[in-house]
């Protein structure tokens, strides 16, 4: 997320703009973004608390600017310690390997140091941190050496602009004294006067690794004027000149000793051609040592790099893998997909066999029975020519001679079942519905027992059925229905299935079936009439007063389910047919929507169509 200078100047909206791209990138790991420059963005709390969450999901990231592009002038970011402490989070709970951190210009004052100085020392190996212009006050100062002294990887620390005054000076040269691995201080306009520098001055005699210090105090700043004596600068430049050598000696660099130290002092602002920046030499130096530092980073980043590429190459084998298995279950798939086919091929030929041959022995029943029509005429006229002459036996004697050879006469088409001529008709008018929760229950019975007979199910099967539905039904509760009628609206309602009959169906099922198969299955027909009977006893007689419950509302209620895709041509404008069952319907289309959604599902593989319809009744 780098912004140029001449951006520094967009409206917010555009920098939160930016910044939610960068967070989408953060989510997304994006092995490149490696680098957050956000200086003078005023993104806020709001925009920390976004970074915050988004950098707890980033490996990569190496270095978060949150400050300002220039420290004469910068605004920051318009963070607070609220937004600070929401940033530290995600930066704890994020893997990556921040190395530098900038927050300059952002007042975090005391409470937010504090929550800095806790991070310090969970945080990553961090070696930069700016925070220049932030409202540290000497109060604050002693958690912030604590959290200093626990990250021991730091190298450079800008404290610059912070009122930390002399008692802060005091805390850091306590713990310079230890020998840490800071190898830049800058101390610049923090208020520092000359009991500052002589704890500085004690620390720096024993430090072997600091190379740099600015101590440059404002003139125009009354609060804080330049009176840190010449010595103790003096003293500061010398020590910090043998940190320098032996900091170079570690190098393994050939040196010619500087007449001056790198330090800024009181006074006037840092001049590199000034007899402050020390001789030619020093100057060669400095540009050595700049050199080397900048070559040690280029080999930081390039192993940083190497150790992505080998992570990279890591995630894009076990990719390979993994589709190559893929790849091996798909192929697995096609192979049994192809020996399907082939069944089904076979299957169909052999289906097409059996039909032709079907058809055939229809051809050949038909042409035999004509045949046997004409040879009964030819006989019935025979018959009365014979009867007439009183030269053969009577007519009843010749039918009764060829009716072992023919078959019967059929004056047309037979007749299409109706519910006139249907055994129901005739049952359901001396049946009587079940009294007692005992007569229900015994109908229930001798209906799924003569169902198992007829299909030819196990009858444990159907013991087992019975048991558990009739358990299911004596948990069930409705204090507003008497118990014969909550029996059987639990029974109608009850998600238990015969499993081992040919479909597994519920009692609904079951009941329709038998309804379907009427004329000689009356033993089947009779406990189903009588289950039914109860039902309209349920639906109507008994809840007369709930007219919002008999009347859906407009007339029109739903049915959903699923219906197979040979069938759908049935169903058109104007046409009517009986339906021989019990038709269950909901006053809700989304109720419906529900069941056509579930029974899609189970007969999906059946390659079943959802069907949803809308049953108008006669008002």
């Given at each position: 997320c780098v912004f140029a200078e001449s951006e520094v100047e967009q409206a917010m909206g555009n920098a939160q703009g930016d910044l939610q791209t960068t967070c989408t990138r953060l989510e997304a790991d994006d092995p490149g973004l490696t680098e957050i420059f956000c200086n003078d963005q005023l993104i806020g709390d709001a925009g920390a608390r976004a970074l915050g969450k988004s950098l707890a999901k980033s490996?990569?990231?190496?270095?978060?600017?949150?400050?300002?592009?220039?420290?004469?002038?910068?605004q920051g970011c318009g963070i607070t310690p609220a937004g600070l402490a929401a940033l530290l989070d995600g930066l704890r709970a994020s893997p990556s390997r921040l190395s530098v951190l900038s927050l300059s210009f952002n007042a975090l004052g005391d409470e937010g140091t504090s929550g800095l100085s806790d991070w310090l020392g969970t945080g990553p190996p961090l070696s930069q941190l700016f925070l220049f212009n932030c409202a540290i006050?000497?109060?604050?100062?002693?958690?912030?050496?604590?959290?200093?002294?626990?990250?021991?990887?730091?190298?450079?620390?800008?404290?610059g602009g912070n009122n930390i005054q002399d008692e802060g000076a005091g805390m850091l040269a306590t713990w310079l004294a230890s020998d840490p691995a800071l190898e830049v201080l800058d101390l610049y306009n923090c208020g520092i006067l000359a009991g500052g520098a002589r704890a500085l001055v004690v620390a720096t005699r024993t430090n072997t690794h600091l190379v740099f210090v600015s101590l440059y105090n404002r003139a125009t700043i009354p609060h804080f004027p330049n009176n840190i004596p010449s010595p103790a600068i003096a003293d500061i430049r010398a020590n910090v000149k043998k940190a320098r050598a032996a900091h170079m000696a570690r190098q393994g660099l050939a040196q010619e000793a500087p007449s001056g130290g790198a330090i800024q002092g009181s006074g006037q602002p840092p001049d590199p051609a000034g007899p402050h920046a020390g001789s030619e030499h020093e100057a060669q130096l400095s540009a050595l040592l700049a050199t080397?530092?900048?070559?040690?980073?280029?080999?930081?980043?390039?192993?940083t790099e190497q150790a992505d590429m080998r992570a990279t190459i890591d995630r894009l084998k076990a990719e390979n893998e993994s589709q190559v298995s893929t790849l091996g279950d798909c192929l697995a798939d096609?192979?049994?997909?192809?020996?399907?086919k082939t069944l089904w091929a076979a299957d169909r030929d052999g289906l097409q066999l059996a039909s032709e041959g079907l058809r055939l022995?229809?051809?050949?029943?038909?042409r035999s029975s004509a045949a046997a029509q004409e040879e009964i005429v030819?006989?019935?006229?025979?018959?009365?020519?014979?009867?007439?002459?009183?030269?053969?036996?009577?007519?009843?004697?010749?039918m009764q001679e060829m009716s072992v050879q023919a078959p019967p006469l059929q004056s047309g088409p037979p007749a299409v079942p109706s519910f006139s001529s249907s055994a129901y008709l005739p049952l359901s008018s001396s049946a009587t519905a079940a009294v007692t929760v005992s007569d229900l229950r015994s109908a229930v019975t001798t209906l799924v027992e003569t169902f198992c007979t007829h299909t030819g199910t196990d009858p444990k099967e159907g013991q087992t059925f019975l048991a558990a539905l009739l358990a299911e039904t004596a948990t069930f509760v409705d204090s507003s229905l008497n118990e014969v009628d909550r029996l059987v609206q639990q029974l109608w309602s009850s998600g238990q299935r015969l499993a081992a009959s040919p479909v597994p169906r519920a009692l609904p099922h079951i009941i329709n079936e038998a309804i379907r198969l009427d004329r000689g299955n009356e033993a089947t027909l009779l406990p189903a009439i009588q289950i039914a009977q109860c039902l309209n006893q349920l639906c109507v007689e008994h809840r007369q007063g709930c007219e919002a419950d008999v009347f859906p509302p407009g007339g029109r209620c739903y049915r959903g389910g699923t219906l197979p895709a040979e069938h759908l041509a049935f169903?058109?404008?104007g046409k009517r047919y009986r339906v021989p069952g019990l038709l269950s319907t909901s006053n809700t289309q989304e109720k419906a929507e529900k069941f056509m959604e579930r029974s899609f599902r189970d007969q999906r593989r059946r390659q079943h169509c959802a069907v949803l319809w809308r049953v108008q009744l006669h008002p």
């Open positions: 490996s990569h990231l190496v270095k978060l600017k949150l400050g300002a592009i220039h420290f004469s002038g910068g006050s000497p109060a604050a100062m002693p958690a912030l050496v604590a959290g200093l002294a626990a990250c021991r990887s730091l190298t450079l620390l800008n404290l080397i530092r900048a070559l040690e980073a280029e080999k930081a980043a390039w192993v096609l192979d049994r997909l192809r020996a399907e022995e229809l051809q050949a029943a038909q030819r006989l019935l006229k025979a018959a009365k020519q014979a009867e007439a002459e009183c030269a053969v036996p009577s007519l009843e004697g010749a169903f058109h404008r």
